[in-house]
Nanobody, 121 residues
Framework: QVQLAESGGGLVQAGGSLRLSCAAS????????MSWYRQAPGKQRELVAT???????TYADSVKGRFTISRDDAKITAYLQMNSLKPEDTAVYYC???????????????WGQGTQVTVSS
């Protein structure tokens, strides 16, 4: 089975930085894409950043210039470097990965359990 585990969340003051990690475990042939989502209380889950298999990255307008998504395919791990954090960044951050478990198999999506990020004023 495939599992995603997020880590790196915590409490940080506004203007500070955090680095989130999303490590995948299991038999994985390749990574099609890895993304970070977040969900604040009372709000729906929103896409924060995506890294495609071609290396293209996209970001929500609210985090452009502050967040950077990266990944280490050898470790099957994605990262989200978050700088200049704002209180409105407070949310549970979720990793979502589209993975191919075998060469001729389907590409499936997997969710992590989430990690809490709290930014104080």
């Amino acid at each position: 089975q495939v599992q995603l585990a997020e880590s790196g969340g915590g409490l940080v003051q506004a203007g500070g930085s955090l680095r989130l990690s999303c490590a995948a475990s299991g038999i994985i042939f390749s990574i099609n894409a890895m993304s970070w989502y977040r969900q604040a209380p009372g709000k729906q889950r929103e896409l924060v950043a995506t890294s495609s298999s071609a290396g293209t990255t996209t970001y929500a307008d609210s985090v452009k210039g502050r967040f950077t998504i990266s990944r280490d395919d050898a470790k099957i791990t994605a990262y989200l470097q978050m700088n200049s954090l704002k209180p409105e960044d407070t949310a549970v951050y979720y990793c979502y990965a589209i993975l191919l478990r075998r060469e001729l198999g389907p590409a499936n999506g997997y969710w992590g359990q989430g990690t809490q990020v709290t930014v104080s004023s």
